[in-house]
């Protein structure tokens, strides 16, 4: 073994063990909720701690998904969500249709008009917001909870940007073809913008699924409450809360955005165009 | 660029009209309103208004608690700001290295970019509980003695950053790990052919090289002291204990939504709002890279 290769080696190792520290550290709190979601409550209380896995198995997931309304909660996140990402998507794709292959008056004011909503995010105007759809009458349903959030600036220039960069060729292709907008979104622009769509979908997600001080302030009925604001109500039993249950809500409540973040992050980085500079 | 465009004087408008009503309806009414708001005081439970001026913003701006709920969402964002993104940038550079396994280790570090603030704060309150809190049987076993996180204020603002730095780790390492490959290794290696230690290859090409990242990375950490906080402030504090972690969303929410004082509430939204204003014409001016990533 020649000395430059058993130094490399060294090097190669250390960097293993390195970073198998720091996988391990990140995960540390997740995996001790982990085990605490599968433990008895005398083994959640146990001392000194026990931070293997319990004898409980799955009956903590069992008794929040039913008692405690955690499958309702993710049930009507998974609506809201679905709802948000569909009608987002295709508000922002047609817009980005509108803003990169139509001349009209008053392009540049629309743009400035949609670039500025960047700077409002929901927790700015919660008072007016909260008045607004509760004057609408729309308190308690899922319209108050996505409506809102059908449209955002963010969808609008990541399609407009991704549209930008298609060849000019091919709207003119389609247009000797006669063929109009519409068809012309459906036929070449979609089948070239699968990055972007689930880049899109992919941050629509986690954002929806996350949503917390809307949901906690227009939501009185529990028929319709999302899952953050369910965790909460789980947790704010101080005295009487079997921390069992929570580490199972914890975990099932992290599940869908997990999933949908490990199928989508290499899109993402794509849809962003994160890998290459502009 | 000159695209070739379709022709059509109301079709283009069709296209935008359901996010021009969005935005309209949901974002720029309800700012507008949060700015008239601002300007009227709301007595009886909010029964009643009565116009007040700048009444409301010489109250902000009087009120010593107010000031504490300022100063305390600086020292968070400074704190979640300095401490995540070294962290961050240390762990993307390591996963960075060409190793067999790379891919795994990536998506074993990038995975809390799906934590939602709540569920940290759920875990880390847990964690942290006295009497049966698994750091606090360490904590004990170490240094003889339980630390009261929760009670004292100078820990509670300490598990709060360290829950928003945890949260926040696969954000940042999505970003600078995309940012670190656009790092042109051949710069790398004339600096050390040029007599450049690890340490000054590090801070002359890629600190330097990765500069509009964080610059990046500092706006989207200091909006998240002042926005999503508020998930796990309310789960971990409930801003207490003593106001210690009583952020500026989590005031505005309080007034608004406990005590009732909309105008008031009103007011500081409008502060926030101005904060972040100010933020993104920074953002804006310094950088190309101009979409927020949130909603």
Redesign the interface.
Known sequence: MSLSISRNTRK?LL??I??IF??LV??A??L??LA?STQTRAE??H???M?GPGSAGLLNYKIVWHQFDLGLYMKNTLIVAGIVMF?KT???M??G????????PFKEF?FY???F????????????????VSDLGWGDSYAALS????????G???FRQHF?SIP??L??AA?VDGA??MR?LWSILVPMSWNTIAALAL?QF??M??Q??WP??IIRENDRQLI?VG??AL?NQQDTTN?GY??AA?IL??IP??L???LL?EQ??KG?A????? | ??????K??W??????L??????L???????I??FR?SFYRVAFLGLRTKFAGLDNYINLAQDSGYHHTVWVTIVIAAAVVVVGLAASLA?AM??N?K??GASV?R??????????????G??????F?PG?G?VN?LTELVIGTELNWLGNPRLAITLIIMASV?KN?GYNI??YL??L??VNTEVLEAASIDGANNWQRFRKVTFALLSPMTFFLLITNI?YS??DI??MV??LTKGGPLDATNVM?YN??RD??EYYK?GL??AQ?VI??LL??IL?MIQFRTS?R??????
Not at chain 1, 117 to 132: Q, Y
Not at chain 2, 11 to 16: A, D, G, H, N, S
């Open positions: 190669q960097t293993h390195a970073l720091v996988v990140v995960l709190p997740v001790f909720a605490k959640v209380y001392f000194p701690p931070l009608f295709i508000f922002s047609t817009a249709l509108g803003l990169v292959y139509f001349d009209f629309i008009f949609i670039l909503t960047l700077m409002m995010p929901t927790e700015i105007m919660i008072v007016a917001l909260f008045n607004l409506v809102p959030f059908l449209a955002s600036a963010t609008v220039f990541l930008s000019a060729d709207a003119d247009r109009g907008p012309f941050i986690i954002y699924w996350n917390y001080i906690l302030v953050q965790l909460r947790t921390w929570v580490m914890a409540a992290m955005p997990m949908i973040f490990i992050h993402f980085t962003f994160l890998g290459k500079e502009k | 660029m000159s695209t070739a465009k379709f059509g004087k079709i283009p408008w069709l296209f935008l359901p996010t021009l009503v969005i935005l309806v949901f974002l720029y009414y309800p700012v309103q949060t708001l762990i390591l996963a290295q190793i067999r280790y998506i074993l570090l990038i995975w809390p970019f799906a934590l939602s603030p709540p569920v940290a759920i875990v880390f309150l847990f964690m509980s049966f698994v049987y945890w780790l999505v970003f995309a940012a490959q656009n909006t002042f926005f508020f998930g309310d789960i969303i505005l929410y608004a939504f909309t509430a009103s939204s926030l709002f972040v204003v993104t190309g101009q979409v927020h990533y949130g909603g």
